[in-house]
């Protein structure tokens, strides 16, 4: 399954602006008046890796396949949108199967761009919008309380009931479902997968600045850096509206625009390494005259399972992995010449998937 990101945050602070932006898509209306976004965006991109490029320069395949990321743009939030205020939070469930959030605030001003609150304010801004994501959870959690309670005696529903009780209780103190305590009960965890509680998500804050402000911190993004601290998540800083002028340019163009505005690399790349990093995630290759592909496991990932990740059959009859690290494959020219060196190693069920490893797997039918 690839990496889903769900993009939040209040109306006309760039959402949808950003959200054509890191996607290439024009599907996403952008204009200056709340909830222009109405029905959610969804687009699948490529994760660049100009790792994974040039081990394809070097085997030469018939297809290189870059690692995915799915987008989810859905309509701006309002405080009281739990309530039923501007479009409400009807479409938080097109996000409950997101792996992290991408919490968009506006950290700009600009008179010609309405804010809904009057002022630019971007601490009250994540107030509101985290606020919504937490009343949401309490009436999923409210729900599925109700339901445990109405099974009368099941003594592992009761005990079930109990969990979610005390979630609710964490809930309502106003803390979010991550901060909470683990009961260690697995019937809770696989109920808490399921249920997809907004708050229990990685957060990457992403400050929408003008251009003036790329490169450097304004006052607005200084005070989200310092939320973004306390809640130690990620904070990718873009200017939606330099995002938009990159797409169609050149390799060299776009270089040549970033590093006018002092930056190094493109809003995509900035999010997808703040997402990888916040869900401990990375990547192994394979590359064959037929393909050279990236592959996305979670850090700690053992190679039967990371086989499993290219087909089940994979993992239930593996035999072992060959692997040689990507420096080596690099510095030496190919899997041959790794081979002849000694330094493809044949490595057994409790071997762990290292960022970058270039893997084949031998597995029994």
């Known amino acids: 399954m690839p990496l889903s990101i769900g993009i939040v945050g209040l109306p006309n602070v760039g959402k949808s602006t950003l959200f054509n932006a890191l996607t290439q898509a024009r599907n996403a209306e952008a204009a200056n008046y709340p909830f222009c976004t109405i029905e959610p965006n969804k687009a699948t991109v490529s994760v660049p890796d ?29 405080r009281g949108a739990s309530k039923g205020e501007g479009l409400g939070n009807q479409f938080l469930a097109n996000i409950r199967e997101c792996a992290a959030i991408l919490e968009v605030v ?9 804010h809904v609150e009057g002022k630019v304010d971007p601490l009250r801004d994540v107030d509101s919008v985290e606020t919504e994501l937490l009343l949401a959870d309490i009436q999923n959690v409210e729900k ?21 009780e005390k979630l609710l209780a964490h809930l309502d103190a106003g803390n979010p479902a991550a901060s909470a305590p683990d009961s260690g009960s697995e019937a809770l965890r696989q109920s808490l997968r399921e249920a997809g509680l907004l708050t229990a998500k990685k ?27 306390k809640r130690a998540a990620p904070l990718v800083t873009v200017c939606a509206k330099i ?16 590093s006018s505005y002092g930056i190094a690399s493109a809003g995509l790349e900035q999010v997808i390494r703040a997402g990888y990093a916040a869900l401990g995630l990375i ?39 060959e692997i040689i690290a990507y420096a080596d494959y690099m510095r030496l020219g190919s899997e041959a010449a790794a081979r002849s060196a000694g330094l493809l190693r044949a490595e057994g069920r409790e071997y762990v998937l290292k960022d970058a490893d270039v893997a084949h797997f031998l597995f029994n039918v």
């Open 50 to 78: 100009e790792r994974l490029d040039a081990l394809a320069a070097l085997v030469r395949p018939q297809k290189i396949t870059h690692a995915v990321v799915d987008f989810i743009d859905i309509a701006g939030l309002v």
């Open 106 to 114: 506006r950290c700009f001003e600009d008179d010609n761009i309405a």
């Open 144 to 164: 599925r309380l109700e339901r445990a309670r109405k099974v009368k005696g099941d003594k592992a529903m009761a005990a079930l009931a109990g969990e979610w």
């Open 203 to 229: 957060i990457i804050y992403c400050a929408n600045v003008d251009e003036a402000s790329l490169g450097r911190d304004n006052a607005h993004v200084r005070a989200l850096r310092a939320q973004a601290g």
């Open 243 to 258: 995002e938009e002028e990159l797409q169609g340019l050149p390799l060299e163009e776009r270089a040549e625009l970033l």
């Open 283 to 321: 990547s192994f290759f394979t590359a064959g005259p037929k393909e050279a592909r990236a592959w996305t496991v979670p850090q700690g990932c053992k190679a039967p399972q990371g086989a499993g990740v290219i087909h089940s059959d994979f993992e239930y009859g593996f035999i072992r992995a």
